[in-house]
C-alpha cells in the first residue's frame, strides 16, 4: 500500500473525535469508516485483541 492511499487528511479525524465526560472518544462506526472496514468487522477484531493495551474500549466508544 502506498503512504498517499493511507493517509487521511487530519480534518476527518478531528471531526470523528467527541467529548464525553471530558473523555475524547471516537465511536466504533467512525474508526470503522477510517479504517475502511465495517462496524462489525472491527468489533470482532478488537474482542479478539482486548488483552493489549493500546485501545481502551469501554462499550461501542474508543477513547483517545
Known amino acids: 500500500m502506498e503512504i498517499a492511499k493511507s493517509v487521511r487528511p487530519l480534518e476527518t479525524v478531528e471531526k470523528s473525535i467527541l467529548l464525553v465526560r471530558g473523555q ?5 462506526a467512525d474508526l470503522a469508516k477510517l479504517y475502511g472496514v465495517t462496524t462489525k468487522r472491527l ?14 474500549v469501554r462499550g461501542n466508544s474508543f477513547p483517545s
Do not use: E
Open 24 to 28: 475524547k472518544v471516537i465511536l466504533d
Open 43 to 56: 468489533n470482532q477484531q478488537v474482542s479478539r485483541n482486548r488483552g493489549g493495551d493500546r485501545v481502551r
